[in-house]
């Protein structure tokens, strides 16, 4: 008995994202690398499954237990960075549409969610995520210290803070502050209003 995977390919990097104000093309060029590793992870590990045999479960277990948890990672790392490269490319400011509306009703305002979102990217060791939580109705500033931890059920990511120091060290040093500034001055509402509207999250 076997189960088949299909392989993915990673997806474009936009042009837009090599002339980013105040993230340089040389950081843009190595996370993208980052993240085709990934994409490539993700396939190897699948072909791997492929092949074990899952009736001889407890001479696999220690290989299939590695390859699962190595699975979220991947995985994890294709969708934080999909999302990350995604919604840069613009020109930050305030968030307009429903997605600023969403904003304001569940932080107070736009400064506050911006507040929190920088903080909790500050206190993070990997990802800060502003996400749509079906079961609550409403949004939340999630922590992540890894593309695989700590990601929540029935929950949408609508921003992907990257805080790995692959994202800022060539531009920023260890001045993670300064960037999570120039990250929000880059993001493109548009992209994430798109998502809101796509998914269908209402007020
Ligand atoms: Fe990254």
Not at 29 to 47: D, F, P, S, T
Not at 119 to 137: I, K, Q
């Amino acid at each position: 008995m076997t189960i088949t995977y299909e392989q993915i390919t990673a997806r474009e990097l936009k042009p837009a994202l090599l002339e980013l104000d105040g993230i340089s093309r040389e950081t843009i060029e190595a996370h993208y690398k980052l993240y085709q590793g990934y994409v490539n992870k993700r396939n190897e590990i699948l072909g791997k499954l492929d092949g074990v045999d899952l009736s001889s479960a407890n001479q696999v277990y220690s290989d299939l237990r590695s390859l699962k948890v190595d699975l979220t990672f991947a995985i994890g790392g294709i969708k934080n960075h999909e999302i990350y490269f995604e919604h840069l490319g613009g020109s930050g400011g305030d968030p307009a549409g429903i997605f600023g509306d969403l904003v304001k009703r569940d932080f107070g305002s736009v400064d506050a969610w911006k507040a929190d979102l920088k903080a909790t990217g500050l206190a993070g060791r990997g990802w800060a995520w502003t996400a749509y939580d079906w079961d609550e109705g409403r949004l939340f500033n999630y922590i992540g210290d890894a593309q695989n931890t700590f990601p929540v059920w029935n929950a949408t990511a609508l921003v992907a803070l990257d805080v790995y120091e692959h994202a800022y060290f060539i531009d920023f040093g260890t001045d993670r502050a300064s960037y999570i500034d120039t990250f929000l001055n880059n993001l493109d509402y548009d992209v994430v209003n798109d998502w809101v509207q796509k998914y269908g999250i209402r007020k």
